[in-house]
């Protein structure tokens, strides 16, 4: 199983980006995939889920109405879309599944906003 993110960067306060995490090793389109982050002194958080029939389970209250998480199963593909960035969204985004009851995770895309 390999999970590999990209797509972050600097950002200006209001800014958007979008994550990509690209999947491979595993049946993707049978699997939950999920994006966390984790910033600098802080505990690691989960920040949106999207199951396998398209429906995304959970965001987190911070990000509620900013954030959207999608997946493209033809690209094995999995997305995080991030508008009206704020400071506070500044951390390390990782890209998780769990696959035969072992969890694997990305290497993680720094995001930083900040002007």
């Known amino acids: 199983v390999r999970l590999v993110e990209s797509g972050g960067g600097l950002v200006q306060p209001g800014g958007s980006l979008r994550l990509s995490c690209a999947a491979s090793?595993?049946?993707?389109?049978?699997?939950?995939m999920s994006w966390y982050r984790q910033a600098p002194g802080k505990e690691l958080e989960l920040v949106a889920t999207?199951?396998?029939?398209?429906?995304?389970?959970n965001y987190a209250d911070s990000v509620k109405g900013r954030f959207t998480i999608s997946r493209a199963n033809d690209k094995n593909t999995v997305y995080l879309q991030m508008n009206s960035l704020k400071p506070e969204d500044t951390a390390m985004y990782y890209c998780?599944?769990?696959?035969?009851?072992?969890?694997?995770w990305g290497q993680g895309t720094q995001v930083t906003v900040s002007s």
């Open positions: 090793g595993f049946t993707f389109s049978s699997a939950d």
């Open positions: 998780k599944t769990t696959w035969r009851f072992v969890g694997y």
């Open positions: 999207i199951n396998t029939f398209y429906s995304p389970t």
